[in-house]
């Protein structure tokens, strides 16, 4: 697509429910990242993809918390069992390769804003 | 782990110049980048500068590195309304955690 796609755009859900965040990333990208922005605070890291791998799964707040990503393309983010606390935006973003090499780029969704009442 | 820091807001006037600070802790970052976040948008890349530069300049924007200090700025000339927004500092490295790590973020307010 001609850019990064995250659905849904909102999200209200109740708390000890199960939530799928889905991420369409530009097509050819290869790295898939997600992030979470908390009302007011800076990006929180929480997971990114080398194709279908996640080398670095370091950043997700707890087990309730995983992420997988098929065929090299779309992610889909899982909050199990959701506390008030998992409020947030999340973010997706993709680039051709991972970052840190010349000339690539991350471009961003406009995020899933979740609501855990 | 890797730490970035900037200010959480700043205030300036129509026309005037606004410099954005920011600190980093990571000594093998590689690239250094600037994204701008409108109320109600997506997050959009404005620049980045690669570590064995020390200044880029696109623009009305100006990004100096100081890399002994692990120092970055953005600067942006001839500041207008339409420059309101949360200014976000972030680095990555070609080791380790290939993704970004984000400051928390600069409100601008430019006052007409």
């Known amino acids: 697509g001609a850019g990064v796609s995250q659905s849904p755009s909102n999200k209200v859900t109740e708390k000890g429910k199960d939530v799928e965040l889905r991420c369409d990333p530009i097509s050819g990208h290869t790295a898939l990242y997600w992030y979470r922005q908390s009302l007011g605070q800076g990006l929180e890291f929480l997971i990114y993809?080398?194709?279908?791998?996640?080398?670095?799964k370091s950043g997700l707040p707890s087990d309730r918390f995983s992420a997988e990503r098929t065929g090299g393309s779309v992610s889909t983010l899982t909050i199990q069992r959701t506390q008030q606390e998992d409020s947030a935006v999340y973010l997706c973003a993709s680039s051709f390769s991972v970052l840190g090499v010349a000339n690539t780029e991350a471009f961003f969704g406009q995020g899933t804003r979740l609501t855990v009442v | 782990g890797e730490d970035v820091e900037q200010s959480l807001f700043l205030s300036v006037r129509e026309g005037d110049s606004s410099v954005i600070n920011c600190t980093y802790t990571?000594?093998?970052?590689?690239?250094l980048y600037w994204y701008k976040q409108e109320p109600g948008a997506g997050l959009q890349l404005l620049t980045y500068i690669f570590s064995n530069m020390d200044m880029k300049q696109d623009q009305r924007l100006t990004v100096l590195l100081n890399k002994k200090d692990k120092h970055l700025s953005l600067r942006i000339a001839d500041t207008q309304t339409g420059d309101s927004a949360i200014y976000f500092c972030?680095?990555?490295?070609?080791?380790?955690?290939?993704?970004?790590?984000f400051g928390s973020g600069t409100r601008l307010q430019v006052q007409p």
């Open positions: 993809f080398q194709g279908n791998s996640a080398p670095d």
């Open positions: 990571d000594s093998s970052s590689t690239y």
């Open positions: 972030a680095e990555t490295s070609n080791t380790g955690r290939r993704a970004l790590t």
